[in-house]
């Protein structure tokens, strides 16, 4: 089997098929060995005023651009990086930077950042300490040209953080309540010129004291942000407080006009706050009713029974105000009504019947009551009627009445009759204190007619329930006369009695003792 043609080299002219490969003919080839003798020269004559890497800090730095040895072209400069443990920092903090190329530290590398100026270590690392808060670059520049930045880094020094520290006069407190907010430092306990800022927008700023005083309109929960601007050197830490707003208890006030009123007149309810007078739509309840006022807080109460009634307003709360109960005392009074009495005689011959009638005066209907007669009170029927006979002559005045209702009081009506008549009276008695059973009895009385008529009477005298005389008597008004008795031989048995002398309505009585015989009673009339 035949053996096979040499394969040309990429990149050579063809080879003839007799010709052998020569690797010193070979372009390629030769190029290689141009650039290893060409690597060998830069690393004996060198480039610049030192090694490409520090060594050991000897060296007076590096020389710039650092180039790529290792490729099989032609070599490039290689980037410069710059890097820190840290790129935000607090005031005070210490960085280590780290400066390499590709992956080699980098000796002897000047560093520049906030003012100041290093040069990395053998391990291509530089610590430098920041004090002031601020955004600042550092930068790796050349040694001959600190105006050629090849690498950059962006830090930042944040401000003091102070801690703020408020304290509140209330943690709750109502609707238009003043609260006062206390700020100050946590570090130091001084005072700050600060703003306390509330959730629902608006933002107070604390006085020189540290004071803000703030107070809400609505209840609900609040959360106070505390804040103080920042300043070159120091910010500071927010705090939150919870607040809670209770809505604030306002009492209602309910005035009553008129006060008393009566059953079926109508009195005006007017509820207003206790803090400002103004008028309140409030619900008015009254005898398990209620009634609703209008924008002007009035409204008019009637009631159908008398009696002391509580009169109480209550309102809805709103976003701001819890109002509490308001009351008041209502009296309200029977309706009056009048009475008419009348009597179907004004004038009464003694002995006989009057018949009363009592109506209300605006209607004519019966009313059941009563008829007051000397002082004394005599029941109607239903009918409101009542019959009374007369015995004593005499003006008499009658008073019809009747019991209060709880929607009526009844005025009393009054007539005046006369009774016509005699009035026998007996007065000034003589009579024996003992007499014999068997002896005479003489006794005497005074007899008057005290009427205002002339009739004639029957004068009775008796002892114990027995009568032994009698005698009639007619006299005219206010006439007297002297009538005498005489008893023989009662013929009672031994005893005390009571010796009686009667008149019409009137008697006079005195006691007597029976002594003596058996003797027949004569009586004799004098």
């Not at 060296?59 to 070599?75: A, K, L």
């Not at 550092?138 to 944040?158: H, Y």
């Not at 809400?216 to 601007?229: H, I, Q, S």
């Amino acid at each position: 089997m035949p053996s096979e043609a040499p394969r040309p080299v990429p990149g050579s002219s063809p080879l003839r098929a007799d010709e052998r490969y020569r690797p010193h003919r070979d372009p390629q080839v030769i190029i290689l060995v141009l650039i290893v003798l060409g690597t060998f020269a830069v690393m004996l004559g060198g480039l610049g005023t030192g090694p490409p890497f520090g060594d050991d800090n000897s060296s007076d730095g590096p020389v710039f651009p650092f180039y790529d040895y290792d490729g099989d072209q032609q070599p490039e400069p290689e980037a410069v990086t710059l890097s820190a443990d840290s790129t935000v920092l607090d005031p005070g903090d210490t960085v280590e930077f780290s400066v390499v190329a590709g992956d080699r530290p980098v000796a002897n590398a000047t560093l520049q950042v906030a003012g100041q100026s290093v040069e990395t270590d053998a391990n291509g690392t530089a610590t430098v300490r920041l004090e002031t808060p601020g955004d600042y670059t550092a930068r790796v520049v050349e040694p001959e040209d600190a105006n050629n930045t090849v690498a950059r880094l962006p830090l930042r020094v944040r401000r003091f953080s102070v801690p703020l520290s408020a304290s509140v006069s209330a943690r709750s407190v109502v609707t238009e309540e003043v609260l006062r907010v206390t700020v100050t430092r946590g570090d130091i306990d001084e005072p700050v010129t600060g703003r306390v800022v509330v959730v629902d927008g608006r933002t107070v700023r604390t006085n020189g004291s540290g004071v803000a005083t703030l107070a809400f309109d609505t209840a609900g929960g609040y959360e106070l942000r505390v804040e103080k601007e920042r300043t070159e050197m120091e910010r500071f830490q927010s705090v939150r407080i919870p607040v809670s707003v209770e809505r604030r208890p306002v009492g209602l006030d309910v005035t009553l006009s008129p006060n008393p009123t009566r059953v079926d007149e109508a009195t005006t309810a007017t509820v207003t706050r206790a803090d400002t007078g103004e008028p309140v739509n409030a619900s008015v309840t009254v005898a398990n009713g209620s009634v609703w006022t209008g924008a002007d807080g009035t409204t008019r109460v009637e009631l159908n029974a008398s009696g002391a009634y509580d009169v109480t307003a209550s309102a809805p709360q709103t976003d701001a105000v819890r109002f509490t109960d308001g009351t008041a005392s209502l009296r309200v009074r029977p309706r009056l009504v009048g009475l008419d009495l009348a009597v179907n005689r004004t004038t009464v011959p003694s002995g006989e019947r009057v018949t009363f009638a009592i109506t209300r005066a605006t209607t004519g209907e019966p009313v059941a009551g009563s008829v007051e007669l000397f002082g004394t009170r005599y029941v109607t029927d239903e009918d409101g009627e009542l019959r009374i006979r007369f015995q004593v002559p005499g003006d008499v005045t009658a008073v019809a009445r009747a019991p209060e209702t709880p929607r009526e009081r009844f005025l009393p009506d009054g007539t005046n009759l006369t009774v016509v008549g005699a009035d026998y009276t007996v007065t000034e008695l003589d009579a024996p204190a003992t007499a014999e059973r068997n002896g005479t009895v003489a006794v005497a009385a005074t007899v008057t007619n005290e009427g205002n008529a002339r009739e004639s009477d029957t004068v009775t005298y008796r002892i114990g329930d027995t009568v032994f005389a009698t005698e009639t008597v007619d006299l005219a008004p206010g006439e007297s006369t002297r009538v005498e008795f005489t008893v023989e031989q009662p013929g009672l048995p031994p005893g005390e009695y009571v010796q009686t002398v009667a008149v019409g309505r009137t008697t006079m009585e005195t006691a007597i003792e029976l002594t003596g015989n058996e003797s027949r009673i004569r009586l004799a009339l004098a």
